[in-house]
């Protein structure tokens, strides 16, 4: 089994609260939200880091894109605004490697990020 947080939410051999899965994806619920909707859509093979792709992933990438904002649709976020984001590495803040698209709705969001 691998270390990789979010390869074991994909296997489901730890709890998550999924908000959607398919063939190629999985979003769930950041387990310590940065607001009231805190949703993280992940690719279901890994890759480490932006810096990492290739043009073989460009449609998978856009995917999450079209993923995040289907969720924020369903959930009423699309008129208000959200916010999707991408860390890469220490400086970013990312702390799983393993490629996540942040989606983050409900409160106001600060420009620029902290
Ligand atoms: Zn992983």
């Known amino acids: ?3 990789c947080l979010f390869c074991r939410i994909v296997a489901g051999s730890i709890p998550s609260t999924i908000v959607h899965r398919d063939d190629h994806l999985v979003a769930f619920r950041d387990i310590d939200p ?7 859509t992940i690719p279901t093979t890994p ?11 460009d ?3 856009g995917s999450m894109f079209r993923r995040a904002a289907a969720i ?30 942040h989606l983050l709705a409900g409160r106001g969001l600060n420009w620029p990020p902290g």
């Open 72 to 101: 924020a649709t369903e959930h009423g976020y699309a008129d208000r605004g959200y916010r999707t984001v991408f860390n890469t590495n220490r400086e970013s803040g990312q702390t799983v490697f393993h490629v996540h698209l």
């Open 34 to 40: 940065n607001a009231p909707m805190h949703v993280l």
């Open 47 to 57: 890759i480490a880091t932006l810096n990492d792709l290739s043009s073989e992933d």
């Open 1 to 3: 089994m691998t270390d």
């Open 59 to 61: 449609a998978l990438i």
